[in-house]
């Protein structure tokens, strides 16, 4: 007769058995679990890709050439000093106004009025930075008086040196930059750049755009973009644009007045002096027109100049 041991044949089976069944089905399912965590797939997964969140580039179409726009330099700030105010704004024809429902209340004018400065406006149709300019702002600026010196002194431009060799165009503003500092030693400078009508695109445009931020910041003087701030888009320029969109019309520089305020607010601590409502109900008849270098207290406006070309640029 065979031997059964004392576990051999009898159920249920022992406590040792169970507890050794037990052991075993652990340790089987630690080493799976180890073979699945740091197995194959676990090593190929792929990197972490770019943030989706991060800023869109001011480029508005996709067929655009690609560029990167520089940052801009409105991280500089200047701070106007308490009591009255005197400015200067010096441009092209966003200075002129040219395209509103009269001469004299474009958004140059109307930022003045609403910060409660007295200014001066110095805007030619057709000028720019490049030296081909008939008119160039070299040119220009060192004709300008200098005195009495304004408190501060806002230089707007760049739309009519989109064909400008960049080279030139690079040397002019830097030039058109150091001429105000040295005309006007104790006058805070603030740069405007050109916006985005529909006679050129953003890409078109961002060349200028980073030469003046990259000359402002060279010399240490607040850069206001209106390319990177997105001021006209494709959603909104026909609705601010004059007929033929070339030019801002009446809507268009209200519209451009509230965001230069709101700038020149941030970077150079202006504070408003007026309402909206007090701009839009004084008639540009009741203006009085001065000479570049002196100040007339409200709106004046602007000492324009029509240039040799017949062709529309700003």
Same mark, same amino acid.
């Given at each position: 007769m065979p031997v059964i041991s004392s576990d051999e044949g009898n159920w249920p089976p022992s406590r040792s058995a169970i507890a050794l069944a037990a052991f075993a089905v652990?340790?089987?399912?630690?080493?799976?679990?180890?073979?699945?965590?740091?197995?194959p797939s676990h090593a190929s997964q792929p990197p972490a890709t770019a943030d989706s969140s991060a800023p869109a580039s001011p480029i508005e179409s996709?067929?655009?050439?690609?560029?990167?726009?520089?940052?801009? @330099?409105?991280?500089?700030?200047?701070a106007l000093p308490k009591g009255p105010v005197t400015a200067t704004f010096f441009g092209d024809s966003y200075v002129v106004g040219y395209g509103a429902d009269s001469k004299g209340i474009?958004? =140059?004018?109307h930022t003045a009025k609403i910060l409660g400065w007295n200014a001066t406006f110095s805007g030619v149709i057709n000028s720019g930075?490049?030296?081909?300019?008939?008119?160039?702002?070299?040119?220009?600026l060192k004709a300008l008086a200098p005195n009495p010196a304004p408190t501060i002194f806002v230089l707007e431009g760049g739309i009519n040196d989109v064909?400008? %060799? +960049?080279?030139?165009?690079?040397?002019?503003?830097? =030039?058109?930059? *150091?001429?105000?500092?040295?005309?006007?030693?104790?006058?805070?400078?603030?740069?405007?750049?050109? =916006?985005? +009508?529909?006679?050129? %695109?953003? =890409?078109?445009?961002?060349?200028?755009?980073? @030469?003046?931020?990259?000359?402002?910041?060279?010399?240490?003087?607040?850069?206001?973009? +209106?390319?990177?701030?997105?001021?006209?888009?494709?959603?909104?320029?026909? *609705?601010?644009?004059?007929?033929?969109?070339?030019?801002?019309?009446?809507?268009?520089?209200?519209?451009l007045t509230t965001l230069l305020v709101q700038d020149l607010e941030q970077v150079a601590g202006a504070t408003i002096g007026g309402t909206t409502a007090d701009v839009a109900s004084s008639p540009a008849s009741s203006a009085v027109a001065s000479p570049v270098g002196s100040a007339t207290p409200g709106v004046t406006p602007s000492t324009a100049t029509a240039g040799p070309s017949p062709s529309p640029s700003f």
């Amino acid at each position: 007769m065979p031997v059964i041991s004392s576990d051999e044949g009898n159920w249920p089976p022992s406590r040792s058995a169970i507890a050794l069944a037990a052991f075993a089905v652990v340790v089987i399912a630690v080493v799976v679990y180890a073979i699945t965590r740091l197995g194959p797939s676990h090593a190929s997964q792929p990197p972490a890709t770019a943030d989706s969140s991060a800023p869109a580039s001011p480029i508005e179409s996709s067929s655009a050439p690609v560029a990167t726009h520089t940052t801009p @330099a409105t991280a500089l700030k200047v701070a106007l000093p308490k009591g009255p105010v005197t400015a200067t704004f010096f441009g092209d024809s966003y200075v002129v106004g040219y395209g509103a429902d009269s001469k004299g209340i474009g958004f =140059a004018q109307h930022t003045a009025k609403i910060l409660g400065w007295n200014a001066t406006f110095s805007g030619v149709i057709n000028s720019g930075y490049c030296s081909s300019h008939p008119q160039s702002y070299v040119g220009r600026l060192k004709a300008l008086a200098p005195n009495p010196a304004p408190t501060i002194f806002v230089l707007e431009g760049g739309i009519n040196d989109v064909d400008c %060799n +960049p080279t030139d165009l690079a040397t002019q503003i830097a =030039a058109s930059i *150091k001429q105000i500092k040295t005309l006007y030693p104790s006058t805070l400078l603030v740069v405007l750049g050109p =916006a985005v +009508p529909t006679k050129y %695109n953003a =890409a078109q445009l961002l060349p200028v755009d980073n @030469a003046i931020n990259q000359a402002a910041s060279a010399a240490g003087v607040p850069y206001i973009s +209106p390319l990177n701030e997105l001021w006209f888009t494709s959603a909104n320029r026909m *609705k601010y644009l004059s007929t033929g969109g070339v030019y801002p019309n009446q809507a268009g520089y209200d519209y451009l007045t509230t965001l230069l305020v709101q700038d020149l607010e941030q970077v150079a601590g202006a504070t408003i002096g007026g309402t909206t409502a007090d701009v839009a109900s004084s008639p540009a008849s009741s203006a009085v027109a001065s000479p570049v270098g002196s100040a007339t207290p409200g709106v004046t406006p602007s000492t324009a100049t029509a240039g040799p070309s017949p062709s529309p640029s700003f």
